[in-house]
C-alpha cells in the first residue's frame, strides 16, 4: 500500500509560478511510474503529466507543454511539479497518483493505483 500525499498548492495570480509537491510513503516509490492529474469543477478528471519510474522518460498534456516540469526524488520518495506561466484555465484541484504496473500509456486515470487526497491551484486572472 503506498499513500500519497500533495502540497503546494494555492492561490496565484495569472502568469505566476507554482511546485507541487507529492510525498510518498512506503519503499516502492522508485519503481512506480508517477502522474499528476486534475479536475476543474464539473469536468473530468485529466492528465497534466506523467514521469518513469527511474525519471529518465517525461509526459505532458499538450496544454501544459513548455509551461509545466515533472519531476522526482527517489531518495526523498517525492514528486514534484513545476507550474510556470500559470492560466486561469488552471485552475483545478491536483491529484498525484502511482502505477504499479507502469502501464504503457500514462494519460488513462484507469491505469494508476493510487491516489492522493489533491491540492487545490487557483489562478486568478
Known amino acids: 500500500q503506498v499513500q500519497l500525499v500533495e502540497s503546494g498548492g494555492g492561490l496565484v495570480q495569472a502568469g505566476g509560478s507554482l511546485r507541487l509537491s507529492c510525498a510518498a510513503s512506503g519503499r516502492t516509490f522508485s519503481s512506480y511510474t508517477m502522474g499528476w492529474f486534475r479536475q476543474a469543477p464539473g469536468k473530468e478528471r485529466e492528465f497534466v503529466a506523467a514521469?518513469?519510474?527511474?525519471?529518465?522518460?517525461?509526459y505532458y498534456a499538450d496544454s501544459v507543454k513548455g509551461r509545466f516540469a515533472i519531476s522526482r526524488d527517489n531518495v526523498k520518495n517525492t514528486m514534484y511539479l513545476q507550474m510556470n506561466s500559470l492560466k486561469p484555465e488552471d485552475t483545478a484541484v491536483y491529484y498525484c497518483?502511482?502505477?504499479?504496473?507502469?502501464?504503457?500509456?500514462?494519460?488513462?486515470?484507469?491505469?494508476?493505483?493510487?491516489w492522493g487526497q489533491g491540492t487545490q491551484v487557483t489562478v486568478s486572472s
Open positions: 514521469i518513469s519510474w527511474s525519471g529518465g522518460s517525461t
Open positions: 497518483a502511482a502505477d504499479r504496473v507502469r502501464h504503457s500509456i500514462v494519460e488513462n486515470t484507469s491505469g494508476y493505483d493510487y
